[in-house]
């Protein structure tokens, strides 16, 4: 019996071991991160692990290096535009999905879900010729467009649609309300949850977003946050001392948004496969 | 209940439908489902720039004669094989320990190995970059502990850098992948496990012919979804080794150079060859077409 008290005891202490290092190593390049923006460069390379006085010069040297102000308002005017415009076109289809019937109805979904596959790399070609014909080279609209029709968003509308109530639509038809009434007063409210965790989907893809705003944001006063930490941080000596503040202010957003909804963002991160 | 309330509740696909489904369907056409077709013609054109001419099947010839093709289709199979398995295997065995109602600060841990997934795909390379450098951190960490006499040539030798690459992909990944596991775990009763306990199977038994069975479909997901990431592995290979900027080889004797990165570079870096890249990304199509018909296939047999 003692024996295998202490076994257990031994697996138990294993167990959490485990969990803490994985804890640990999750949580450390935040740490190393937040340290490095304190530190000068050729403290950085060498693995200083302590906090230094360097953080306002980092600060001026990315301040210098980068129009910050301009670079995070393009992130967040890019981020927020795409995010409303998505979820509104998103959400309108997946709900007309699921109420609306016709011969055609299954047919078009299907479809729609198998542009699912396209990898991204396939469409960045003509896309990129598309938008150079369309002019919108170095504009916003550019990198905006191709997000909003997201089919996988409006799978997950639909999935969630199955669980909106009928008795809620019926009952405002019976009152004589229009059907895009009903949509943006009954159903928008009422599928708030999915909407939130819809938003982080979304909010994510597109402030993270790298491959295509670097192909179609050539110009320097179109750039957003993470081409500009890829720009600095891809050079052969880069300043890693500036590049912290950049990966730092770049960080902050998705962080914040993590902890305000924590819960919706697990359940955004599933989706709907569950 | 009854067709007549049926079609009540369910109104025809009439103007109000279109409505709704049309612009989004007008934007998939337009930026999803017109290009992969443009770029399917693309992919028969030769020629640099805009000046395109018929080629035929030249750029399949082209495609199987060329070295970085095959070295950049060989990395990525080394990516995802080396790379998928692994985090997999790390993401099951962090879920079903975190899954023991036991446990303490469970939800503090879970946040914490979850973390990673909120930083965009280029900042935490920019800080793996960092972190490996020469004589930098993970150096230094190594040979303070004696693990190894001198630093590892994490930026300067092949297999080093991918090694470098795969553990940075594998710590921005794992937690995505055990909430998925996790959230399946939910679901399994868990007086299963206790009679097993009880029945004196160990720990490891338990994980290997309950665990694994009962989650195969999510582990299925996974992994497929894991797969397809990694074909299009670009962000990452670019940031880490400056692949994709100008003059820049991607990581040591192009260890690095990744599928997605190739198209870029035969796009936006080398004189622009849209008709060859276009093959290129068809490759990756193929590969996405494949995998997605087997994940069909084995969820199908599932079912049966």
Known sequence: MTSYGLKQRFSTVVVYVFLGVMAFLSIFPFLWMVIGATNTTSDIIKGKMSFGESLLLNVTTFLTQVDAPLVFWNSAKITIIATVLTLLISSLAGYGFEIFASRFREKLYTLMLLTLMIPFAALMIPLFMLMKQFGLINTHIAVVLPTVASAFIIFYFRQSTKAFPHELRDAARVDGLKEWQIFFLIYMPVMRSTYAAAFIIVFMTVWNSYLWPLIVLQSNDTKTITLVISSLGSAYYPDYGAVMIGTVLATIPTLFVFFAMQRQFVEGMLGSVK | ?304
């Open chain 2, 1 to 304: 209940m009854s067709a007549i309330s049926q079609r009540r509740m369910r109104p025809r696909f009439d103007v109000n439908g279109w409505l709704f489904v049309g612009p989004a369907l007008a934007l998939i056409a337009t930026f999803m489902v017109f290009p992969i077709l443009h770029s399917l013609w693309m992919s028969f054109q030769t020629g640099l720039g805009v000046r395109l001419s018929f080629g035929g099947m030249k750029n399949i010839y082209r495609l199987f004669n060329d070295p970085l093709f095959f070295t950049a289709l060989t990395n990525t199979f080394i990516f995802f094989l080396v790379q998928v398995p692994i985090m997999l295997t790390l993401a099951l065995i962090t879920a079903s320990l975190l899954n023991n109602p036991d446990i303490k600060f469970r939800g503090l841990l879970r946040t914490a190995i979850f973390l990673p997934c909120v930083t965009s795909l280029v900042a935490y390379s920019v800080l793996f970059k960092s972190m490996f450098v020469a004589n930098g951190l993970v150096n230094t960490i190594l040979i303070n502990l004696g693990i190894v006499d001198v630093g590892i040539p994490w930026m300067t030798d092949p297999f080093w850098c991918r090694t470098m690459i795969i553990i940075a992909i594998t710590w921005r990944w794992t937690g995505y992948n055990m909430i998925f596991y996790l959230a399946a775990m939910q679901n399994i009763d868990r007086s299963v496990y206790e009679a097993a306990r009880i029945d004196g199977v160990p720990t490891w038994a338990r994980f290997l012919h309950l665990t694994v069975p009962m989650l195969k479909p999510v582990i299925l997901f996974t992994t497929v979804t894991s797969t397809i990431g990694t074909l299009q592995l670009f962000d990452e290979v670019a940031t880490i080794t400056g692949g994709g900027s100008a003059g820049g080889a991607a990581g040591p004797g192009n260890s690095a150079l990744t599928l997605s990165l190739y198209i870029y570079n035969l796009t936006f870096k080398f004189a622009p060859n849209y008709g060859y890249a276009a093959t290129v990304s068809y490759v990756i199509v193929f590969l996405v077409a494949v995998l997605s018909f087997l994940q069909f296939f084995a969820a199908r047999e599932r079912k049966a």
